[in-house]
């Protein structure tokens, strides 16, 4: 029998299903966003205790904007609640806050949190939590693309073969709104639909993907074990063989 797998180092989770579980409710689709933050602390907790180092949580993508004002309005005003109130907490657990995304289109309060919050837990080292907001995945590569481009016109001044060498992965990646987070290894999607949705789409290239239909303000530590435990068990390949299949 081959061994299970380590816990995953890094974990994107998609929070999807706020809303269907508010309507479950009788309830307005914020009140299912604010359960939805709530989940997100009782699991920011069990990601302390089980010693996984990096997760992503996909908060607000880029394609979140054709929603209703109102919509977004009660989404900016729960990030605000949340990280105005966690920074003690982020300080006292060692939680290291990363953002991802094009934050400039962000109200300019929830900015200068976020990059406030940011910058007080920049030591922390016990677990990076990473605010996917106002991110989509294929911008993400197509501004890092645009940011290597540029440089490369600059080098062509000096060495034009080398500026129209190959450029190389961890060139890429060192202009992704997430680095130097690793690569992802689990990517959680409660909700019940399949798909990824224009998320961490380079940093998933290997990623095992689970999805359940259980919506995330449900989603409770017996679904993360849930998880974990399927995670551990698959075989990881990464294009290669198993020492079974030799
Ligand atoms: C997707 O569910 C959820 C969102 C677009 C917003 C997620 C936001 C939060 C959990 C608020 C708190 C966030 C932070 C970072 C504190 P959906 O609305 O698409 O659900 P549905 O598919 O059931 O309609």
Redesign the pocket.
């Known amino acids: 029998m081959s061994e299970e797998n380590p816990n995953p180092r890094h974990v994107g989770i998609i929070?999807?299903?706020?809303?269907?579980?508010a309507?479950a409710r009788g309830l307005k689709?914020s009140e299912?966003?604010?359960a939805?933050?709530e989940?997100?602390d009782r699991l920011l907790d069990q990601f302390l205790d089980l010693r996984i180092p990096y997760i992503s949580?996909?908060?607000?993508?880029t394609e979140?904007w054709k929603?209703p004002k109102m919509e977004i309005q009660a989404?900016w005003s729960?990030?605000r609640e949340?990280?105005s109130s966690r920074l003690e907490r982020c300080l006292e657990k060692g939680i290291r806050v990363h953002a991802s995304g094009d934050l400039s289109r962000l109200p300019a309060v929830n900015r200068k949190l976020i990059l406030e919050v940011i910058e007080k837990t920049e030591h922390n080292r016990n677990l990076t939590a990473n605010?996917c907001?106002n991110y989509g995945s294929q911008d993400e590569i197509l501004i890092a693309a645009t940011k290597v481009l540029h440089r490369r016109l600059d080098l062509a001044k000096k060495d034009k073969k080398k500026a129209a060498a190959l450029i190389s992965k961890s060139e890429l990646e060192k202009e992704l709104f997430t680095y130097p987070l690793p690569p992802v290894d689990l990517m959680v999607r409660p909700?019940g639909?399949q798909r990824l949705s224009n998320f961490l789409l380079w940093q998933s290239a290997y990623a095992e993907l689970y999805f359940t239909d259980t919506?995330?303000p449900d989603f409770n530590k017996r679904n993360l074990m849930t998880a974990l435990k399927w995670f551990k068990s698959r075989p990881r390949k990464f294009g290669g063989l198993l020492e079974s299949q030799d």
Not at 57 to 61: E, G, I, K, N, R
């Open positions: 929070l999807d299903g706020n809303g269907r579980w309507r689709r299912g966003h604010k939805g933050g989940a997100l949580l996909y908060a607000f993508s979140n929603r989404i729960l990030m949340f990280f605010f907001v909700g639909e919506l995330w």
